[in-house]
C-alpha cells in the first residue's frame, strides 16, 4: 500500500501561481507512474497531467496546457504540480494519483493509489 499526501493548495487571485507537492510514502515510488486529477464541485473528476515513471515523458490536458508544469523528485519521493496563470476555472480539489503500469494513462481507473486532495481556490 502507498500513500499519497498532497500540499499546497489555498486561496489565489486570478493571474496568481501556485505549486501543489505530493508526498509518497514508498521507497519504490521512482517505478510508479504519477498524475494529478482535480474534481470542481457537481462536476466529475478531471485529469490534469500525468508524467511516466521512465524518461520523465509529461501529458497534459488542453486545459491546462501551456500553464501547468508536472514534475518529480525520485529522492524526494514528491512530485509537482506548477500551476501558472490562473483563473476560476482552475477551482476545485486537486487529488495526486500513482500507478504500477507503465506509460502515460488518463483515466481515474488506470491508477492504483490516491491522495486525499487539496483545495485550490482562484478568486476574481
Known amino acids: 500500500q502507498m500513500q499519497l499526501v498532497e500540499s499546497g ?14 508526498a509518497a510514502s514508498r521507497r519504490t515510488f521512482g517505478t510508479y507512474g504519477m498524475a494529478w ?3 470542481a464541485p457537481g462536476k466529475e473528476r478531471e485529469f490534469i497531467a500525468a508524467l511516466a515513471q521512465i ?12 500553464r501547468f508544469t508536472m514534475s518529480r523528485d525520485n529522492p524526494k519521493n514528491t512530485v509537482y ?19 504500477v503500469g507503465t506509460g502515460l494513462a488518463t483515466s481515474n481507473g488506470e491508477y492504483d493509489y490516491w491522495g486525499q486532495g487539496t483545495q485550490v481556490t482562484v478568486s476574481s
Open 55 to 66: 524518461g520523465g515523458r509529461t501529458y497534459y490536458a488542453d486545459s491546462v496546457k501551456g
Open 9 to 22: 493548495g489555498g486561496l489565489v487571485q486570478t493571474g496568481g501561481s501556485l505549486r501543489l507537492s505530493c
Open 37 to 39: 486529477f482535480r474534481q
Open 81 to 99: 504540480l506548477q500551476m501558472n496563470s490562473l483563473n476560476s476555472e482552475d477551482t476545485a480539489v486537486y487529488y495526486c494519483a500513482a500507478r
